[in-house]
Structures are given as structure tokens and as C-alpha cells.
């Protein structure tokens, strides 16, 4: 490869087509006024979806809610307390809804999931409450969620609620958001991340990819769909160098490596803000402002090879061009997860420490795969 390339223009533009071949993940969130929708929704997936989202009404008593950049909709109900006879007429909207979306027959449509919210604090669940779930798991799954979930007397109705073997999928008690009992003493959240474990185990797999993108509880969850994602780009550069590469070729698997990365941004599904990541990036591709030449790029990832330095006879093997791959990916992934963390939790990352991370991760993962390239 001669010259220069806008490496990061093409790598934006990846991150770009990624979001546009994701799927959307639909989740209806059923429950009374003030059992804890919002907060929930709030808790679980990023930006206060339910707060800054927005919301569109679908019927008189069901909105859904979106907002650009996050593969996710969110059907949310309204006033379903009301007395008996309205509530009849709201269940049939709903249903009608349902199954609406079913003969429309579009994935991207269709809602996957319900969660099914009851208050544990009223300490019990409803006639009417019951005959809906019922009425939803004949159509779509359904979890229980028991929100505001404090001291002792949720853990019977949790049981209670399982004795009456409904047609659910689960039954999980949460408490989404901390409370605050006295200056010193604060009863911590609970139960969330274990929320999107069994929500994922039930979703289509189209709304996998989205729904781990969408939801901020689970970082171990974007992890580990991210690991999976580097193989295929790993067995890629290793065919690719399958005869030795002369060494400026080994150029050629750069935009891949970054196609690689674009997609690993994706699966994690944090903010972007492109001088960190262009930064951290170069942190080990090189310095080459918003362009770099491909060349520098090879020399500079090939430095960071123990016992390799910069010239192995000229070329550069396919086991040699996968563990760079490998190393590039896994360390990245690191970087998002403290990334991730950081920033859903409300804390400040800087392209400093992010930049020392990747740096430290990849040299770490090097040393790993150093033995391969025996
Ligand atoms: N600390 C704490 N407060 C909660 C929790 N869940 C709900 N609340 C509080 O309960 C009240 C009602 O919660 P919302 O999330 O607005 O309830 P909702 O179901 O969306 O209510 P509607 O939109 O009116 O149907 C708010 O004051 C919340 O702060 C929780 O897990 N922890
Ligand atoms: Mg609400």
C-alpha cells in the first residue's frame, strides 16, 4: 500500500454502516402507575431512555419510545390501574397491538418481550393481573419483574408469584435504583444485571447484538459478545498472510484490523466521541493525525512483538498477522469495558489513561500470543 489513507474517515464510516445494519430490540413494559417503569427503563439502558427518549403514542394508553442512536423501542403503558371496565378496553388495545405487529410480520417490529412490573411494596398481585399475563404469554414472553424490592416481605410474594405457576418465563425481583435510608446508609440496587441475562436468554437472536448495545447493566454481556466478534477477523488476517506478506503489505490487513475495531465499538454501544477513540487507537497504530500511511502503521504494531522488532527477513507470516489482529482486539475490548464503566457510572474518562490502558493491554496481549509465533 502506497500513500496515504483516511484510515479513521473509514472508520467512522464502519462504525456508521454498523449501526445501520443493527437490529432493533422491542420491549414492552407493563405495570400501574408509579410501580417503577421509568426507573427501570432508566436503570437499565443508557441515556435515561425513558426520560429523553421520544415517545410516540401508539394507542390511548400505550407510547413507544426511541432515540436516535440506540437500537432499542420501548412500549410503555399508561393507566392501567383504572376500574374494571377500562381495563378490559386496555388489555384489548394492547393485544390488538400485539398481534398487529405480528401479522405485520416485520422482526424489526414485532415486540420480543414484556416485562410484566409489580410493585412489591403493594405486596400483591392482582386478578387482573394475573388473567394479562396469561393473556401476553400466549403471544409474547413474559418475565414478572417485582420492583422496589426492600426488606423481606418481596421474597414472598416472589414466591407466591412463582406458586401460581403462570406461563412466564421468570419471575425476578429488582430493586433499580439505590435508596437512600440515612446519610450513612444506602440500600444498593439489585438484581438488574441478571434482568438482562434471562431477557436475553428469551430474545430472538436478531435483537441480541441491540439489546446488549442498549442496555448499560451488563458490561460483562457486551464483553463477551465482543471477544466472540475478533475471531472471525483474527482467522481473516491469518488467511490473508497465509504465504508470508511482504512487509508493506502487511498494510493491507490494517483496514480490516479498524473494520475489526468499528465493529467492537458497535457491540459495546458507548457514546461515540471520536478524538478518544481516534487517540486511543493510535496509541498503538502510530501518530499520524487523522491520516497515517500504512507503512508506519505495520511498524509500529510490529514493535510492540517481543524478540520481533521491526525486520523478520522483510515479511510478515499469517500466524504473526493474527496475533497482531488478536492482540488489537482483545486489548481494545479491555479499553471499552473500563470505557463503559467509567462513563455509565458518571465518571470523566481521559484519552490519557485510555491511551496508557490500550497500550499496556496490548503489549499484554502480545506477550500471550508471543508463544504462536514460535
Ligand atoms: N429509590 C428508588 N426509587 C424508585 C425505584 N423505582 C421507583 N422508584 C420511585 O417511585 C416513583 C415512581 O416511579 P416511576 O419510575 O416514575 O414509575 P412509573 O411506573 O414509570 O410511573 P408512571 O409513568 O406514572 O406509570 C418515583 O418517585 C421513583 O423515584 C427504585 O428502584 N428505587
Ligand atoms: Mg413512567
Redesign the pocket.
Known sequence: MSGVVDLFGQFFKNIEDEEKRMHTANLMVV?????????????VFREDL?DTGIGTPVTQHLQRITKTGIPLAIY????IELDHAIQDEIKKEILGEIDRLIRLNEKDNLIHMIWF?INSLSRRIEDFEVEWIRSFSEKIPVIVVL??SVGKDYKELEKYIKDLNLPVKNVRS???????ITNDYTLP?FGLKELVDITFDCLPEAAHAAFINAQKVNIERKLDAANKAVIPFVSATFAAGFNPLPFADAALIVPAQLAMLARLTVIFGIPINKSLLTGTISGVLGTGGATLIGRTIVANIIKFIPGVGTAVGGTISGTTAAVITAALGFSYNQVMVTMAKKIFSGHDVTEKEMIELMRRTYKEQMRKGKDLLK
Open positions: 405495570g400501574k402507575t408509579g410501580v417503577g417503569k421509568s426507573t427501570l427503563i432508566n436503570s425513558a410503555d403503558t399508561k393507566g412490573c420492583t422496589q429488582v430493586l433499580a435504583h439505590d435508596i437512600e440496587s
